[in-house]
């Protein structure tokens, strides 16, 4: 299932995750790095989305928000943890995960 699929089928709005990775103190220095167009190992920027190893790197503050939304997506919800975890692993990224 393509990306943006998922985010849609879980209804994530990612238009301020930028502002709460320069907000993060973990992602911070990784995306104003980016942004100056240093290059960082495993990291990359898409539409202004911090990426990692090309999955969508979830600020820290939505990470609960992410797997309660999968949980209850029309796509792929209402399974147990692992199957949680494993679909959320498969798209997203997250210190952690």
């Not at 320069?22 to 100056?36: A, F, G, I």
């Not at 898409?46 to 990470?63: F, K, R, Y």
Request: charged share 15%.
């Amino acid at each position: 299932m393509p990306l943006t699929t998922m985010l849609n089928s879980c209804m994530q709005e990612t238009f301020d995750w930028p502002r709460l990775y320069k907000r993060n103190p973990k992602s911070s220095h990784t995306y104003y790095m980016l942004l100056e167009g240093q290059q960082v190992p495993s990291f990359h920027l898409q539409d202004a989305l911090l990426c990692h190893m090309g999955h969508l790197s979830v600020p820290s503050s939505e990470c609960e928000n992410m797997i309660w939304e999968t949980h209850y997506s029309q796509v792929d919800g209402h399974f147990g943890v692992k199957k949680i975890v494993e679909v959320v692993h498969n798209y997203f990224y997250w210190l952690n995960l």
